[in-house]
């Protein structure tokens, strides 16, 4: 099943994606919805990289709902000014989760940002897709929260 979100960050392109390629990052737009703890390597990279990584995954951050590979690419440049990151990711729950971001700059200075998911769970598929439609939402809304700080990851959201 797929999902496609996106929204528009009141900050520049370039500045989104340093936000977006930092595993910290990713531990604050998740919260509290969601926790993840690494396991391979013990501690994530400060910036993510071509490459797997696992962690256990924990729902409201006490909750463990199993693992998952963080599958970091970076897909070639089409010449159409959009970066993205793809998660190319798997897990001992989740066959198959494809999450691709794509962040456009916009005219005005702000970032169109898009989350595209695929997502592949046996039977566990259609709860899947329900957990990642609230869950990309959520996303989005501490990605907007984020940006309007200045990726302030110290205050409040």
């Known amino acids: 099943m797929k999902i496609d979100v996106a929204t528009i960050l009141d900050a520049p392109a370039e500045r989104v994606w340093e936000e977006v390629r930092k595993p910290a990052a990713l531990d604050h737009v998740a919260s509290p919805l969601q926790a993840f703890v690494p396991i391979d390597p013990a501690v994530p990279p400060a910036r993510w990289e071509t490459g797997r990584y696992l ?12 693992t998952q590979y963080i599958g970091i690419e970076f897909p070639p440049d089409r010449g159409d000014g959009v970066m993205r990151m793809r998660d190319n990711g798997s897990g ?3 066959r198959m989760w494809d999450h691709m971001i794509e962040l456009t700059p916009r005219a005005d200075g702000r970032t169109d940002y898009r989350d595209t998911v695929e997502i592949h769970a046996g039977l566990g598929t259609f709860t899947a897709w329900l957990f990642a439609q609230v869950f990309y939402r959520h996303r989005q809304r501490r990605w907007r929260a984020l940006a309007a700080r200045g ?5 409040a959201a």
């Open 92 to 94: 001992d729950r989740i």
């Open 55 to 66: 962690y256990r995954l924990m729902l409201f951050e006490r909750i463990p709902i199993g």
């Open 151 to 155: 990726f302030d990851y110290g205050s």
